[in-house]
């Protein structure tokens, strides 16, 4: 109960009742998650609509970092159809184009890098499904989700999901669609962080999501402009002990990068005109209450009543003119997928057949060891997935 009220009171919505967080309860109950689940669950009926996509994200990731794969394939399918669907024609979108209308009015549906990662988590929840085709549909879907970056070189660019497409079409038998893609990975990679392409014997791969992604921040003298800052991360790199050697797992993508090369959005431009319309309003009021309070203290100087009344009267439109612009809303939308990794990181590898766990070694920024993790293995059929959470 004590999870679910620290949740629950991040929401922007009326604290709620004992009746509230009893149906909420029983609620969330009845969709049978784990007990961690639950607060998650909660949140979505009492945040309502339009927070509905991005609770369903942040379900999503808590499932996934707790193995629950069903509430999280459940939840993915829920985000990407918001996303399929939510467009201009939204009425709630139209409705954050008013000056009086905050951008966070409209139904949220993520920025680029959100809702490609959508995709790609999905995918990788279908390789764990054994189901290569869906995975690959998810992967190429990540590339149209980031379509939407300004330049047209930065569009389409994750490496992370061009390999990924490449392993599915590898195991698929398409092994040159599969090279075709590793290419395209490898281009939009330092030479220094190239992926690996798997060996003939490599039956597995190891994705490592690392740290917290980036988070959003308002910038501008009203908060009108979206920018980002990264998150904070114990956990900078990874490796994978192979026959009594450790193995760096290559960094395939950056979350910080992604997010903050998008560029200047359509809603940033609507926001800076909310913002000078705000400024020129509240420019405009201080105009008029200075002007009013310095005819009517000459008139009360003087001795004119008229004078001091009209001076009284300016003043007040000058407040008016004041209240105008406290109610103009330019702030950016800063609602945040804020269980997102910092870091992908891919290494194909062969599964040891004696084995039943896997050893990584947990490395910070400056390379010194920051933990150790067991991972247990089913030796299901190939290909396997390994995936490691690690903050």
């Known amino acids: 109960m004590l999870m679910a009220c ?19 309860e029983k609620l969330a109950s009845d969709q049978g998650p784990a007990a961690n689940l639950k607060p998650y669950y909660q949140r979505l009926y009492f945040e309502g609509e339009s927070q509905a996509t991005l609770n369903q994200m942040r379900l999503a990731f808590a499932a996934m970092e707790q193995a629950e794969w069903k509430d999280a394939g459940r939840a993915l399918d829920e985000v990407i159809r918001d996303i399929e669907a939510l467009g201009p024609a939204d009425p709630r979108s139209r409705e954050a184009l008013s000056h009086f209308e905050s951008e966070d009015i409209k139904k949220f549906k993520g920025e680029t890098h959100e809702r490609a990662m959508a995709y790609l988590l999905r995918g990788l929840l279908y390789l764990k499904e054994k189901d290569l085709q869906n995975a690959r549909a998810c992967f190429k879907s990540v590339q149209i989700q980031d379509a939407a970056k300004n330049d047209p070189s930065l569009q389409g660019n994750w490496a992370s999901a061009d390999w990924l497409e490449g392993w599915c079409n590898w195991n698929l038998g398409e092994r040159s669609a599969a090279q075709q893609c590793w290419d395209r990975s490898n281009q939009r990679l330092s030479t220094r962080n190239r992926l690996p392409r798997p060996s003939e014997t490599d039956n597995a ?7 917290f992604g980036p988070v959003k921040i308002p910038k501008g003298d009203h908060g009108e402009l979206l920018s980002y800052r990264e998150g904070a991360s114990r956990t900078a790199r990874v490796k994978l002990k192979i026959k009594e050697v450790f193995k760096a797992i290559p960094m395939a993508e950056d979350l910080f990068v992604q997010a903050s090369s998008r560029g200047r959005r359509l809603m940033d431009q609507v926001n800076e005109e909310k913002a000078d319309v705000r400024s020129g309003t509240e420019t405009a009021g201080d ?35 004041k209240g105008i612009a406290s109610s103009i809303k330019p702030k950016a939308d800063t609602r945040t997928w804020d269980l997102l990794p910092a870091r992908i990181h891919i290494l194909p590898f062969t599964l040891p057949t004696d084995a039943n766990s ?24 190939p290909p396997e997935i390994i995936l490691l959470i690690e903050r």
């Open 6 to 24: 620290c949740l629950l009171g991040c929401a922007s919505t009326p604290d709620p009742t004992r009746k509230d967080i009893a149906t909420a």
């Open 287 to 321: 105009v008029f209450i200075t002007g009013g309070m310095g005819t009517t203290i000459g008139g009360v100087v003087a001795d004119d009543t008229d004078v001091a009344v009209i001076g009284l009267g300016v003043t007040a439109a000058g407040a008016v003119t």
């Open 358 to 381: 896997l050893e990584f070694q947990l490395l910070d920024e400056q390379g010194g060891r920051s933990g150790e993790r067991k991972v247990q293995i089913s030796h299901s059929a």
């Open 205 to 211: 791969v190891c994705i490592a999501l690392l740290g």
